[in-house]
T-cell receptor
Framework: DAGVIQSPRHEVTEMGQEVTLRCKPI?????LFWYRQTMMRGLELLIY????????DSGMPEDRFSAKMPNASFSTLKIQPSEPRDSAVYFC??????????????FGPGTRLTVL | GNSVTQMEGPVTLSEEAFLTINCTYT??????LFWYVQYPGEGLQLLLK?????DKGSNKGFEATYRKETTSFHLEKGSVQVSDSAVYFC?????????????FGKGTKLSVIP
């Protein structure tokens, strides 16, 4: 089992540029989660999907952020335009049932984004 | 709202020392509590969990007991190893808010030296 795959692992871009982060969940997992990790705010849930449908995007910071899941094996998180305050580590996670009490979320290795 | 407070790090210990990482929480409803570990360059992994008061979660020599009266879930290990060096996150899931979401503390970095 390859686990959750994220790409790229590191991204450096300039302010104003579009950034796309990618995630491949574990096969058979119906839930996919996007998190952001910063020193100031810690780890925050941005959005999660069930069967490719966005369920809760209340954590998405603003309209510059968008996430899609066109099929069960691929999701993207896009930032346009990017700003220096978006610099963070972005994690993708997946789980079979979504229930954190009885199931386990498996995290990818993260994408470290730096916006200059 | 829900929140998790962890002790500030970093924590540096010698091998075989006793470890305690404090965690307290604020939640509505009846939360489940978790400890996750993040090794360098990797994503978070579930270490242990407890779903009701007085439950003890344990894994890999680590333990934590769900204390409702003190709203705490402190992580302990009797004898740490160099391989335990990582960042440890306390988290909760509030049943009232649905059990799909986790609220994390900011993490505590542990370094174990030989």
């Amino acid at each position: 089992d390859a686990g959750v795959i994220q790409s790229p692992r590191h991204e450096v871009t300039e302010m104003g540029q579009e950034v796309t982060l990618r995630c491949k969940p574990i096969s058979g997992h119906d839930y996919l989660f996007w998190y952001r990790q910063t020193m100031m705010r810690g780890l925050e849930l941005l959005i999660y999907f069930n069967n490719n449908v966005p369920i809760d995007d209340s954590g998405m910071p603003e309209d510059r952020f968008s996430a899609k899941m066109p099929n069960a094996s691929f999701s993207t998180l896009k930032i346009q335009p990017s700003e220096p305050r978006d610099s963070a580590v972005y994690f993708c996670a997946s789980s079979r049932t979504g229930q954190v009490t009885t199931d386990t979320q498996y995290f990818g290795p993260g994408t470290r984004l730096t916006v200059l | 709202g829900n929140s998790v407070t962890q002790m500030e790090g970093p924590v540096t210990l010698s091998e075989e020392a006793f470890l305690t990482i404090n965690c307290t929480y604020t939640a509505t409803g009846y939360p489940s509590l978790f400890w996750y570990v993040q090794y360098p360059g990797e994503g978070l992994q579930l270490l242990l969990k407890a779903t009701k008061a007085d439950d003890k979660g344990s894994n890999k020599g680590f333990e934590a007991t769900y204390r409702k009266e003190t709203t705490s879930f402190h992580l302990e290990k009797g004898s740490v190893q160099v391989s335990d060096s990582a960042v440890y996150f306390c988290a909760l899931s509030d049943q009232w808010a649905g059990s799909y979401q986790l609220t994390f503390g900011k993490g505590t970095k542990l370094s174990v030296i030989p």
